[in-house]
């Protein structure tokens, strides 16, 4: 296999189909194989066969899939030439809140899945970046370009994707510091005792269901939420929160832990609908939005803060429980 050298951290495969990552602080420490399924939806097996074949490399050289990842490693996975993967550009109305030459800023809706994935590879919110900005990072092409957090799917806001490599890292920096600033909108269950509260109970992956996220689990990370009640109504609350860490699913995973799950999580909440007396309010999908997001620009080195206004679902939700109330 040859490569491009671009700098003496980031290498690109030349030649046949293939994918790059660079790690993250919350991916450090997982096994080579585990890492490489998580990103790409291949089974740990076919990832195992690869790693066999020589296909897989970590900083330009072969390793065995017992090898722990670390903080910005860069791997890189040859996939057959029979099973190209491309990036489609696609013109998808989106919410850009700001675009420059390194950056974009976005208010994501609700419903959009934040990246491509084998076998899935349109519909996208990169997909749409893609079309709209007419350049991407190459690091994490090409299913992933750029991307240094994400939202779920049914989670809307605001989002910074990264369309240069330079900016790229400047932003995996802030985030694996923390000093990111993010404020969450949930609409939850039921109504907290106290008006406000840090929960600070480790996630990893749940030991009932290797699907899901949870505090009860035996390989749990830190991880930290903060919470207050903005209103209260009866049989829900409105709360904001802000993240200490990055987890995957961890607001969710939180409040779920203290008894009060997201309202429209089918996942962690198995409440998809709201009853006040004899009404039901349906929820389509889980009530929260990424209200705010605060960061210092990578390149400029200027503060930059979007925030994206709650959404017309969840205001017509909670306008509704008023009504009943």
């Not at 799917?153 to 910074?160: A, I, L, P, Q, Y």
């Not at 109504?191 to 749940?206: A, D, F, Q, V, Y």
């Not at 200027?302 to 509704?320: G, N, R, T, V």
Request: glycine fraction near 6%.
């Amino acid at each position: 296999m040859s490569y491009k050298r671009k700098r003496s951290s980031d290498f690109l495969p030349v030649g046949d189909s293939s994918l790059a990552f660079t790690v993250t602080s919350v991916d450090t420490n997982k096994r080579l194989d585990s890492y490489i399924s998580e990103k790409t939806n291949l089974s740990r097996s076919k990832i195992q066969k690869f790693i066999q074949q020589g296909r897989v490399f970590v900083n330009e050289r072969q390793v065995s899939q017992n090898y722990k990842v670390k903080y910005l490693d860069t791997i890189t996975i040859t996939i057959k030439e029979e099973t190209p993967i491309t990036l489609i550009a696609e013109p998808i109305p989106i919410d850009i809140c700001y675009k420059d030459d390194f950056i974009v800023v976005v208010n994501k809706n609700a419903g959009m899945v934040v990246y491509p994935s084998f076998g899935h590879n349109k519909g996208t919110l990169i997909n749409a970046i893609y079309y709209h900005c007419q350049k991407l990072a190459y690091i994490g092409m090409p299913l992933r370009p750029g991307i240094v957090h994400r939202l779920d799917k049914d989670t809307s806001g605001v989002m910074v994707i990264a369309i240069d490599d330079d900016a790229y890292y400047g932003l995996v920096k802030q985030f694996s510091e923390r000093t990111i600033n993010r404020r969450y909108l949930a609409l939850i269950s039921g109504n907290p005792l106290k008006n406000e509260g840090e929960i600070i109970n480790p996630i990893g992956r749940s030991i009932n269901d290797r699907k899901k996220m949870s505090v009860k689990t035996k390989k749990g990370k830190e991880a930290l939420t903060k919470w207050k009640v903005i209103e209260r109504y009866n049989g829900a609350s409105l709360i904001e929160t802000r993240l200490g860490t990055g987890r995957t699913h961890q607001i969710r995973v939180h409040l779920s832990s203290i008894g009060h799950p997201v309202l429209g999580d089918s996942l962690y909440g198995k409440k998809t609908f709201i009853q006040i007396g004899k009404s039901k309010i349906p929820l389509q999908r889980q009530m929260l939005h990424a209200e705010t997001l605060g960061f210092t620009h990578p390149i400029n080195n200027q503060y930059l803060e979007f925030s994206a206004p709650m959404p017309l679902d969840m205001k017509e939700c909670i306008e509704k429980i008023k009504i009943l109330i």
